[in-house]
Protein backbone atom coordinates (compact mmCIF):
# COMPACT_ATOMS: atom_id res chain seq x y z
CA UNK A 1 0.00 0.00 0.00
CA UNK A 2 3.12 2.40 0.26
CA UNK A 3 2.63 3.72 -3.59
CA UNK A 4 -0.20 5.05 -2.74
CA UNK A 5 0.66 7.74 -0.51
CA UNK A 6 1.81 10.02 -2.93
CA UNK A 7 -1.10 10.03 -4.97
CA UNK A 8 -3.80 12.33 -4.44
CA UNK A 9 -6.84 9.95 -6.37
CA UNK A 10 -5.27 6.90 -4.71
CA UNK A 11 -5.69 8.28 -1.03
CA UNK A 12 -9.08 10.00 -1.81
CA UNK A 13 -10.58 6.72 -2.98
CA UNK A 14 -9.13 4.94 0.47
CA UNK A 15 -11.09 8.02 2.23
CA UNK A 16 -14.42 6.02 1.00
CA UNK A 17 -13.48 2.20 1.26
CA UNK A 18 -15.60 0.01 3.09
CA UNK A 19 -15.66 -3.82 4.08
CA UNK A 20 -12.68 -6.17 3.26
CA UNK A 21 -10.95 -2.88 1.48
CA UNK A 22 -11.33 -0.90 5.19
CA UNK A 23 -9.87 -4.27 7.31
CA UNK A 24 -7.34 -4.29 4.95
CA UNK A 25 -6.64 -0.46 5.67
CA UNK A 26 -7.31 -0.77 9.51
CA UNK A 27 -5.12 -3.47 10.00
CA UNK A 28 -2.10 -1.60 8.23
CA UNK A 29 -2.49 1.02 10.34
CA UNK A 30 -2.77 -1.56 13.54
CA UNK A 31 0.45 -2.86 13.11
CA UNK A 32 2.05 0.45 12.70
CA UNK A 33 0.57 2.18 15.75
CA UNK A 34 1.87 -1.27 17.89
CA UNK A 35 5.03 -1.15 16.27
CA UNK A 36 5.34 2.45 17.19
CA UNK A 37 3.56 2.55 20.92
CA UNK A 38 2.63 -0.85 21.40
CA UNK A 39 -0.48 -1.91 22.40
CA UNK A 40 -1.44 0.69 24.85
CA UNK A 41 -3.74 3.64 25.44
CA UNK A 42 -2.76 6.89 26.76
CA UNK A 43 -6.12 8.52 28.97
CA UNK A 44 -5.76 12.14 29.28
CA UNK A 45 -8.25 14.22 31.28
CA UNK A 46 -9.85 17.32 29.69
CA UNK A 47 -10.81 20.60 31.47
CA UNK A 48 -12.58 22.97 29.94
CA UNK A 49 -11.30 26.19 32.13
CA UNK A 50 -13.42 29.01 29.78
CA UNK A 51 -16.47 28.99 27.75
CA UNK A 52 -15.55 32.39 25.92
CA UNK A 53 -14.75 32.97 23.02
CA UNK A 54 -13.52 36.18 20.75
CA UNK A 55 -13.85 33.77 18.12
CA UNK A 56 -17.22 33.60 15.27
CA UNK A 57 -17.02 30.07 14.01
CA UNK A 58 -19.93 29.09 12.21
CA UNK A 59 -19.70 25.12 13.33
CA UNK A 60 -19.19 26.09 16.98
CA UNK A 61 -21.63 26.28 19.92
CA UNK A 62 -19.07 28.69 21.64
CA UNK A 63 -18.77 31.14 19.11
CA UNK A 64 -19.33 34.77 19.80
CA UNK A 65 -23.00 35.01 18.33
CA UNK A 66 -24.12 31.70 20.38
CA UNK A 67 -26.68 32.03 23.30
CA UNK A 68 -25.03 29.90 25.42
CA UNK A 69 -27.10 28.99 28.96
CA UNK A 70 -24.19 29.83 30.91
CA UNK A 71 -20.81 31.63 30.44
CA UNK A 72 -17.98 30.58 32.89
CA UNK A 73 -14.05 31.07 33.87
CA UNK A 74 -12.59 28.58 36.13
CA UNK A 75 -10.89 30.02 38.81
CA UNK A 76 -7.14 28.89 40.28
CA UNK A 77 -8.45 26.95 43.04
CA UNK A 78 -11.48 25.16 40.91
CA UNK A 79 -8.56 24.16 38.49
CA UNK A 80 -6.58 22.64 41.47
CA UNK A 81 -9.32 21.03 42.53
CA UNK A 82 -10.01 19.25 38.77
CA UNK A 83 -6.29 18.47 38.43
CA UNK A 84 -6.05 17.16 42.39
CA UNK A 85 -9.59 14.75 41.38
CA UNK A 86 -7.27 13.64 38.45
CA UNK A 87 -4.23 12.70 40.27
CA UNK A 88 -6.20 10.32 42.19
CA UNK A 89 -7.77 9.00 39.47
CA UNK A 90 -4.19 7.79 37.83
CA UNK A 91 -4.47 10.39 34.94
CA UNK A 92 -1.03 12.26 34.32
CA UNK A 93 -1.73 14.30 31.14
CA UNK A 94 -4.07 17.09 31.88
CA UNK A 95 -5.91 18.84 28.34
CA UNK A 96 -6.35 22.38 29.90
CA UNK A 97 -9.08 23.39 27.03
CA UNK A 98 -10.87 27.03 26.23
CA UNK A 99 -12.36 29.04 23.52
CA UNK A 100 -9.75 31.83 22.48
CA UNK A 101 -10.89 34.16 25.47
CA UNK A 102 -8.98 37.22 25.51
CA UNK A 103 -10.26 37.44 29.12
CA UNK A 104 -8.82 34.82 30.81
CA UNK A 105 -6.35 35.66 33.58
CA UNK A 106 -3.12 34.13 31.88
CA UNK A 107 -1.83 34.53 35.49
CA UNK A 108 -4.44 31.60 36.59
CA UNK A 109 -3.03 29.77 33.75
CA UNK A 110 0.29 29.88 33.79
CA UNK A 111 -0.32 29.21 37.69
CA UNK A 112 -2.39 26.31 36.73
CA UNK A 113 0.25 24.87 34.55
CA UNK A 114 2.83 25.35 36.92
CA UNK A 115 0.65 23.63 39.59
CA UNK A 116 0.39 20.46 37.13
CA UNK A 117 4.03 20.33 36.68
CA UNK A 118 4.63 20.43 40.32
CA UNK A 119 2.68 17.18 41.07
CA UNK A 120 4.81 15.07 38.16
CA UNK A 121 1.86 15.30 35.53
CA UNK A 122 2.05 17.10 31.81
CA UNK A 123 -0.44 20.21 30.47
CA UNK A 124 -1.28 20.08 27.45
CA UNK A 125 -3.34 23.36 25.95
CA UNK A 126 -5.83 23.90 23.16
CA UNK A 127 -6.50 27.71 23.99
CA UNK A 128 -6.42 29.65 20.90
CA UNK A 129 -3.47 31.95 20.23
CA UNK A 130 -1.69 34.11 21.66
CA UNK A 131 0.92 36.08 22.15
CA UNK A 132 4.61 35.19 21.77
CA UNK A 133 5.76 36.60 25.26
CA UNK A 134 2.75 34.36 26.73
CA UNK A 135 4.08 31.30 24.84
CA UNK A 136 7.72 32.01 26.27
CA UNK A 137 6.71 32.69 29.41
CA UNK A 138 4.61 28.87 29.35
CA UNK A 139 7.58 27.25 27.67
CA UNK A 140 9.89 28.29 30.82
CA UNK A 141 7.75 27.08 33.21
CA UNK A 142 7.75 23.79 31.57
CA UNK A 143 4.82 23.52 29.05
CA UNK A 144 5.57 21.29 26.07
CA UNK A 145 2.23 20.18 24.34
CA UNK A 146 -0.20 22.74 22.63
CA UNK A 147 -2.91 21.99 20.45
CA UNK A 148 -4.26 24.01 17.29
CA UNK A 149 -6.49 22.77 14.90
CA UNK A 150 -6.43 24.15 11.57
CA UNK A 151 -10.12 22.63 10.62
CA UNK A 152 -9.41 22.94 7.14
CA UNK A 153 -6.76 23.08 4.63
CA UNK A 154 -8.85 24.76 2.14
CA UNK A 155 -8.23 28.37 2.48
CA UNK A 156 -11.30 29.56 0.59
CA UNK A 157 -13.40 27.62 3.13
CA UNK A 158 -11.35 28.12 5.90
CA UNK A 159 -12.03 32.00 5.81
CA UNK A 160 -16.09 30.99 5.56
CA UNK A 161 -16.25 29.15 8.62
CA UNK A 162 -13.32 30.27 11.00
CA UNK A 163 -13.85 34.17 11.07
CA UNK A 164 -11.19 34.59 13.68
CA UNK A 165 -9.00 37.40 13.31
CA UNK A 166 -6.69 35.69 10.85
CA UNK A 167 -6.20 33.42 8.43
CA UNK A 168 -5.33 29.67 7.80
CA UNK A 169 -1.92 30.76 6.82
CA UNK A 170 -0.94 32.80 9.84
CA UNK A 171 -2.34 29.37 11.76
CA UNK A 172 0.07 27.39 9.94
CA UNK A 173 2.81 29.96 10.63
CA UNK A 174 1.81 29.72 14.47
CA UNK A 175 2.46 25.95 14.46
CA UNK A 176 5.74 26.02 12.69
CA UNK A 177 6.77 28.70 15.31
CA UNK A 178 5.84 26.48 17.95
CA UNK A 179 7.38 23.63 16.82
CA UNK A 180 10.72 25.34 16.46
CA UNK A 181 10.27 26.71 20.19
CA UNK A 182 10.20 23.18 21.21
CA UNK A 183 6.95 22.46 21.22
CA UNK A 184 5.03 18.78 20.85
CA UNK A 185 2.31 20.76 18.97
CA UNK A 186 -1.01 19.22 17.53
CA UNK A 187 -3.34 19.91 15.03
CA UNK A 188 -6.21 18.44 12.93
CA UNK A 189 -9.10 19.07 10.92
CA UNK A 190 -12.95 18.57 10.82
CA UNK A 191 -14.53 15.68 8.35
CA UNK A 192 -18.04 16.59 7.10
CA UNK A 193 -17.87 20.52 7.39
CA UNK A 194 -20.58 21.97 4.80
CA UNK A 195 -19.34 23.38 1.71
CA UNK A 196 -16.17 20.61 2.24
CA UNK A 197 -15.05 17.92 -0.76
CA UNK A 198 -13.09 15.07 -0.45
CA UNK A 199 -10.13 16.66 -2.17
CA UNK A 200 -9.42 18.76 0.37
CA UNK A 201 -9.37 16.10 3.15
CA UNK A 202 -6.67 14.51 0.97
CA UNK A 203 -5.17 17.69 1.23
CA UNK A 204 -5.64 17.78 5.21
CA UNK A 205 -3.55 14.38 5.57
CA UNK A 206 -0.70 15.85 3.20
CA UNK A 207 -0.61 18.94 5.38
CA UNK A 208 -0.63 17.05 8.56
CA UNK A 209 2.48 14.88 7.26
CA UNK A 210 3.98 17.86 6.03
CA UNK A 211 3.95 20.07 9.06
CA UNK A 212 5.58 17.47 11.01
CA UNK A 213 4.01 17.48 14.32
CA UNK A 214 3.86 15.71 17.21
CA UNK A 215 -0.09 14.82 17.69
CA UNK A 216 -2.60 14.81 14.83
CA UNK A 217 -6.27 13.85 14.80
CA UNK A 218 -9.58 14.23 13.18
CA UNK A 219 -13.18 14.98 14.24
CA UNK A 220 -16.72 14.41 12.94
CA UNK A 221 -18.85 17.57 12.10
CA UNK A 222 -21.91 17.38 14.22
CA UNK A 223 -24.26 20.26 14.07
CA UNK A 224 -24.50 22.35 17.23
CA UNK A 225 -28.09 23.44 18.13
CA UNK A 226 -26.38 27.21 19.06
CA UNK A 227 -24.13 26.83 15.96
CA UNK A 228 -25.25 28.85 12.23
CA UNK A 229 -24.94 25.12 11.15
CA UNK A 230 -27.17 23.64 13.07
CA UNK A 231 -28.84 22.64 10.61
CA UNK A 232 -26.42 21.46 8.66
CA UNK A 233 -25.70 17.58 7.94
CA UNK A 234 -24.02 15.36 10.28
CA UNK A 235 -20.52 14.43 9.20
CA UNK A 236 -19.90 10.66 7.99
CA UNK A 237 -17.65 9.23 10.88
CA UNK A 238 -16.30 6.19 8.58
CA UNK A 239 -14.72 8.55 6.50
CA UNK A 240 -13.15 9.88 9.15
CA UNK A 241 -12.42 6.59 10.73
CA UNK A 242 -10.41 5.76 7.56
CA UNK A 243 -8.58 9.26 7.86
CA UNK A 244 -6.86 8.75 10.91
CA UNK A 245 -5.92 4.99 9.52
CA UNK A 246 -4.31 6.85 6.64
CA UNK A 247 -2.97 9.23 9.42
CA UNK A 248 -0.96 6.31 10.83
CA UNK A 249 -0.27 5.00 7.24
CA UNK A 250 0.89 7.65 6.24
CA UNK A 251 3.30 9.20 9.29
CA UNK A 252 4.80 5.11 9.94
CA UNK A 253 7.86 6.25 11.12
CA UNK A 254 6.16 9.06 13.09
CA UNK A 255 5.00 8.32 16.79
CA UNK A 256 2.72 10.92 17.02
CA UNK A 257 -0.70 10.35 19.55
CA UNK A 258 -4.04 10.41 17.53
CA UNK A 259 -6.74 10.14 19.81
CA UNK A 260 -10.27 8.53 19.45
CA UNK A 261 -12.34 11.50 19.10
CA UNK A 262 -15.94 11.53 20.74
CA UNK A 263 -17.47 12.29 17.84
CA UNK A 264 -17.03 8.85 16.03
CA UNK A 265 -19.58 7.74 18.56
CA UNK A 266 -19.26 5.01 20.96
CA UNK A 267 -18.92 2.06 18.43
CA UNK A 268 -16.58 4.44 16.06
CA UNK A 269 -14.55 5.04 19.38
CA UNK A 270 -14.04 1.57 20.05
CA UNK A 271 -13.09 0.89 16.30
CA UNK A 272 -10.37 3.82 16.39
CA UNK A 273 -8.98 2.35 19.72
CA UNK A 274 -8.60 -1.44 18.39
CA UNK A 275 -6.98 -0.16 14.96
CA UNK A 276 -5.64 3.31 15.40
CA UNK A 277 -5.92 5.47 18.32
CA UNK A 278 -3.48 5.34 21.01
CA UNK A 279 -5.17 8.49 23.26
CA UNK A 280 -8.60 9.02 24.67
CA UNK A 281 -9.91 11.71 27.08
CA UNK A 282 -11.65 11.90 29.60
CA UNK A 283 -13.89 14.98 30.55
CA UNK A 284 -13.32 16.42 34.39
Do not use: W
Not at 35 to 52: F, I, T
Not at 134 to 148: D, P
Not at 162 to 167: D, R, T, Y
Not at 202 to 228: C, H, R, W, Y
Request: aromatic share 8%; proline share 2%.
Amino acid sequence: MLNIYNNKEKIKNFLQVKGDEQKALFKEARIIRNRLCKNKVYVRAVLEVSNYCCCNCKFCGNAVYAKVDKRYRMTYEEIKLQVDMAKKLGLDVIHIASGEDRGFDFEVLSKSVDYIIKNNMYPELAVGKLDEKQYRELYKIGVRRFILKFETSDRKLFSKIKPCNSGLNELLDLVKELIQMGMQVGTGNIVGLPGQSLESIVDDLLLVQKLGVSMASTSVFIPNKESIFKNEKKGDSNIALNYIALLRCMNRNTNFSIPANSTFGQEGKKRALQYVANELSLNL
